[in-house]
């Protein structure tokens, strides 16, 4: 019996894991740029809790992981000029930190009093890899098609955004970020547009989020019933012995 409790465990953790997930992406509905999450769910074969030598073993349930959905978001628009969208999928605005380089699909930027285009967080925007400094004197920039940002008819910046080929080498940070956790470099994108005045929005649904809710809560009440089950099956096969001794 045990056999069948301790597989009925490891489901009850993964759906406490996709619990989380589903309920972070709720909660994350409304975030510029967020990119909703599922858990991958394999199977890992064990040695049985008794008689090891049948086979096969016991088939347990296996955490592989978080999967990104790196769609496009909808594109609303603010009429902020230091907002932007980047119109395509896989692409992101490169940023500054501590650690070095970080990636992000949220472009809701400000502006420091020294000039230069930060995140929310104060994190300096990478334009062709130099910091984008703008004159606050000159009034709001511009985006051209080129990226180029231009202040009352002078260029005094340039935006650009970054493609990597494969979207799985990105993990992700805090506050929207991603980092890269390869050797392998991304390479400037050329026909991304960047919208002035524009955010993207999560690609959260929520109607299918709150669907997911109620499937996982009915899959763990499944489970724990049948673990249950299981167990009040193995206290009457004990009683029983211990009445026939």
Request: hydrophobic share 35%.
């Amino acid at each position: 019996m045990e056999n069948a409790a301790y597989i009925g465990l490891s489901r009850q953790m993964t759906l406490r894991r996709e619990l989380d997930l589903v309920a972070n992406n709720i909660a994350n509905a409304d975030t510029t740029g967020f990119k909703v999450e599922q858990l991958l769910v394999g199977a890992e074969i064990g040695q049985r809790a008794r008689n090891d030598s049948i086979r096969p073993s016991a088939s347990f349930v296996l955490d592989n992981g978080v999967g990104r959905d790196f769609g496009q978001g909808s594109i609303k628009t603010t009429g902020r000029p230091l907002d932007f969208a980047l119109d395509g999928e896989g692409a992101f605005f490169v940023v500054q930190d501590a650690n070095g380089q970080a990636y992000t699909r949220d472009g809701a930027f400000t502006m420091d009093p020294e000039g230069r285009l930060t995140t929310k967080q104060g994190l300096p925007v990478l334009g062709g890899g130099a910091e984008i400094v703008l004159d606050p004197e000159l009034g709001p920039p511009s985006i051209g098609p080129d990226g180029s940002i231009t202040q009352n008819g002078r260029i005094t910046g340039q935006m650009s955004s970054v493609r990597f080929d494969a979207l799985g080498v990105l993990e992700k940070g805090g506050d929207g970020l991603y980092r890269n956790r390869s050797n392998v470099q991304p390479t400037e994108t050329t026909d991304v547009p960047i919208l002035q005045g524009m955010l993207e929005s999560s690609n959260v649904n929520p109607l299918v989020e709150i669907t997911n809710l109620v499937e996982i809560s009915r899959a763990y009440e499944s489970v724990s019933r049948m673990v249950e089950n299981t167990n009040d099956l193995s206290r009457r096969a004990v009683e029983r012995l211990g009445k026939a001794a």
